[in-house]
């Protein structure tokens, strides 16, 4: 018999799914990531173009997701708690017999899924490449994985980033525009901010700070145990800081 | 008063989390293990290679020739 806690985290997480497949979110969402990438792709010309580039590879898919996710996953999270918030159901949903770690991971797993749902159908362009290949099948797959789960360890850090903007306000459209910036700033100003400290320590740090230095590394196909500590952290610390903020409306 | 007792409980909690997390970072810098995916082990050295490596004591020069162009790939 699973405990209260799991049915009613399960129970939160499933209203969540059902919510953006009932309405046009769900679907837009991975509308619009899959043309954006196959847009890119398979038919603009230029140097993201599978064809122009003449490598069976799909590095550019990996390229160009992490700007794509910029703007769709705040899409995805923009309303989890900023609409609870606005609408007054947050004091309803803190009511119930449901901790605020499980509120939170609810909704947090219920945005990755959305993410994770519009990553999966890509793997026809892996296939594409597969076949496309001469001889066929000359493509790197253990470099490819990598390069996936460094995505989808870039999509589970852009949804806690989002996740925490959402909580921050009670506007959508604010919580929107906070996650973009929010996501830019970790994943490539930390970046650009390096280039001003060249050849310095802090150069290293700063880089190190960032998603991108780190994404990078996974997507070449080398899954290095500090990348997964990295992603692991920067998640666990924006779930913490969310859990913090909405515990902070009891006091 | 019950709200003081809950407010000091979510912050050391917060506090707590977020000790684990630095010091997991910081142990994550000493103990660590990297697994090279790629069919040719491409960022990884061979034995071969350190072996060499180990064995030279003078400075080494290399010349790359690389036509940029062609190579949409690896644009320098």
């Known amino acids: 018999v699973p405990s209260h806690k799991c049915v009613n985290m399960f129970a939160l997480y499933k209203k969540e799914i059902s919510g953006y497949f009932s309405s046009l979110t769900g679907y837009v969402v991975i509308i619009v990531f899959l043309m954006a990438s196959g847009i890119f792709m398979w038919v603009v010309p230029g140097q993201n173009n599978v064809f122009d580039a003449g490598y069976s590879t799909i590095d550019t898919f990996f390229v160009l997701s992490p700007w794509v996710f910029m703007f769709l996953i705040p899409a995805i999270t923009m309303r989890l708690f900023s609409d609870e918030i606005r609408s007054g159901t947050m004091e309803l949903l803190m009511t119930r017999p449901i901790s605020d770690t499980s509120v939170v991971m609810a909704k947090y797993t219920a945005a990755l899924t959305i993410a994770t749902i519009s990553i999966l159908p890509t793997f026809i362009y892996f296939s594409s490449v597969y076949h496309l290949g001469n001889p066929i099948g000359n493509i790197d797959m253990g470099g490819t994985w990598g390069s996936y789960i460094g995505l989808l360890s870039l999509a589970a850090i852009y949804v806690s980033i989002g996740v925490l903007a959402s909580a921050l306000t009670n506007n959508q459209i604010v919580a929107f525009i906070m996650a973009v910036v929010f996501i830019f700033i970790m994943f490539y100003g930390f970046d650009s901010l390096s280039l001003l400290f060249a050849n310095t320590k802090t150069e290293f740090i700063l880089q190190k700070l960032s998603i991108n230095s780190h994404y990078q590394s996974i997507s070449r196909g080398v899954i290095d145990t500090r990348d997964l500590v990295y992603f692991f952290s920067v998640i666990a610390i924006f779930i913490m800081i969310t859990k913090f903020k909405i515990q902070s409306r009891k006091w | ?76």
């Open chain 2, 1 to 76: 008063m019950q709200r003081k007792k809950i407010k000091q409980g979510n912050i050391s909690q917060f506090a707590i989390g977020m000790a684990i997390i630095v010091l997991l970072n910081i142990g994550s810098n000493y103990l660590f293990t990297r697994i090279d995916l790629t069919s040719d082990k491409r960022f990884t050295l061979s034995e071969h290679t350190k072996t060499m490596l180990n064995e030279i004591d003078d400075v080494v020069y290399f010349k790359i020739y690389l036509d940029g162009l062609k190579m949409p790939q690896a644009k320098f």
